[in-house]
């Protein structure tokens, strides 16, 4: 059974720093691209970071310079470290696992930012 369970959402004040999971279970973890999303109320979903099994990098122009993504291939996770946070990152984070033919959501962390 394929699983990825995202922690580490929570409320943070403006300019505070959130750091996001993703645990995965059931697949060939070093395999998949590895990406974060976000869906805030009325809003569609966006891509804010991706990572590939090779350890590539992308990020949301929105994100740049904020947020990291990395991945442990041996442990089977990702983290999003998020820093300078702002109101407008509030939303709720899911983590997304892709390989030709799977597509794998998590169920998703609340992320609030206060102003």
């Known amino acids: 059974q394929v699983q990825l369970v995202e922690s580490g959402g929570g409320l943070v004040q403006y300019g505070g720093s959130l750091r996001l999971s993703c645990a995965a279970s059931?697949?060939?973890?070093?395999?998949?691209?590895m990406r974060w999303y976000r869906q805030a109320p009325g809003k569609q979903r966006e891509l804010v970071a991706s990572?590939?099994?090779?350890?590539?990098?992308h990020y949301a122009d929105s994100v740049k310079g904020r947020f990291t993504i990395s991945r442990d291939n041996a442990k089977n996770t990702i983290t999003l470290q998020m820093n300078s946070l702002k109101p407008e990152d509030t939303a709720e984070y899911y983590c997304?696992?892709?390989?030709?033919?799977?597509?794998?959501w998590g169920q998703g962390t609340q992320v609030t930012v206060s102003s």
């Open positions: 997304n696992g892709w390989a030709v033919g799977y597509n794998f």
């Open positions: 059931g697949i060939a973890f070093s395999r998949f691209l």
């Open positions: 990572i590939s099994n090779s350890g590539d990098t």
